[in-house]
């Protein structure tokens, strides 16, 4: 049974703080294939007059790019990382009309290919190919192909932009909480928040001890079809965003941290509060079973259990205060 109201929160974990060996990043492989220079805003005008942008940003210390697309009320945000286990590129994200987004991203004759998967609000899937070419430094062709169920690439594109460089800023998709939604035909994350009244927990929070000091954030986007979760406990970093799937009834949240592991889970509702059961998937292939339960003190005061989950055993492992921090 899915929660049918989350609070906007991701898992800290004391751990989190312990020194590993560093990792290969996403920037890393980017730079060495020479695809530095799909990083920026790109816009084109389709045959009907139409603004389309694409935007793809570092963030967390080039770990993984944010990606944002627009076009005209459409509007999708995602992250783009390195799987732990093969450390090949893959994707995630949602859209303002309750898509749900996955794909990988690989090399190709035709150019730089992001096979991507969308699901529906009422659980239809689709598979198809953007191809990214690059033609000169400011200037990029994109088109975007039918993908089979045998994952076969239709022989000519649906459609095909040619994309020019832009260097005047914008606000992106995901930089200020936006407030609209409720008006579709089914229900967004952000009217399962309504619904449970846990629109308290959206904002900037911070615990502290042992002399760590804990911060998080959690902002709605995409017209609170999904929020953003972005943590920080000292040189530790973490980005992640949480989804609503109406068709199977699910909510996700994945993310990924600066030390290259994968953060999968869901939540459900608990007997003292929000749920959040998460595996963690490490560069070894190894993984970990996580629980946090998230527990309202009052309105600028959240306390939340980590619990260690073994042979389906949960041990409580840690505690934290949260308070509120004032705009």
């Known amino acids: 049974m899915s929660l049918r109201g989350v609070s906007l929160v991701i898992v800290v974990l004391a751990a ?6 560093a990792q290969e990043k996403l920037g890393d492989l980017v730079a060495q294939g020479g695809y530095d ?12 007059g139409e603004k389309v942008e694409f935007r793809y940003d570092w963030a967390m210390d080039k770990y993984i790019v944010v990606a944002d697309t627009i076009m005209g009320n459409f ?38 290919v ?17 191809v990214h070419s690059r033609v000169d430094a400011d200037t990029m062709a994109v088109a975007i192909y039918a993908v089979d169920s045998s994952g076969t690439r239709s022989s000519e594109p649906w459609t095909k932009q040619t994309y020019k460089r832009q260097t005047t800023p914008v606000t992106t ?14 229900q967004t994350l952000g009217d399962l928040i309504a619904q449970g009244g846990y629109g308290w927990l959206i904002g900037k929070w911070v615990a502290s001890k042992d002399d760590r000091t804990y911060q998080l954030e959690h902002t709605p986007i995409l017209d609170k079809h999904a929020a953003l979760v972005n943590v920080k ?9 949480i989804t609503y799937a109406p068709a199977s009834q699910e909510i996700g949240q994945i993310g990924v941290d600066n030390r290259s592991r994968i953060w999968k889970g869901t939540w459900e509702q608990g007997d003292e509060g929000a749920v959040y059961k998460v595996d963690v998937a490490k560069p070894d292939g190894a993984t970990q079973k996580i629980q946090i339960v998230y527990i309202k003190g009052d309105n600028d005061t959240l306390k939340t259990k980590e619990y260690a989950v073994e ?7 840690d505690e934290l205060t949260f308070k509120r921090q004032k705009p």
């Open 173 to 186: 998709v995901a930089s200020a909480a936006e407030q609209s939604g409720g008006s579709s035909d089914y």
């Open 311 to 317: 042979d389906g055993k949960a041990t409580l492992r």
């Open 37 to 48: 220079w799909l990083m920026g805003r790109w816009v084109a005008t389709t045959d009907q």
């Open 114 to 130: 992001n096979r991507i998967e969308h699901t529906s609000p009422d659980g239809q899937v689709r598979k198809g190919d953007i």
């Open 16 to 21: 989190c703080a312990i020194p590993v060996a």
């Open 233 to 241: 406990i000292g040189e530790f970093q973490y980005c992640g965003m």
């Open 75 to 112: 509007k999708y945000h995602g992250i783009i990382m390195l799987s732990p286990n093969s450390y090949e590129p893959m994707g995630f994200g949602a859209d303002n009309r309750g898509g749900l987004w996955k794909g990988t991203w690989s090399e190709d004759p035709a150019g730089l």
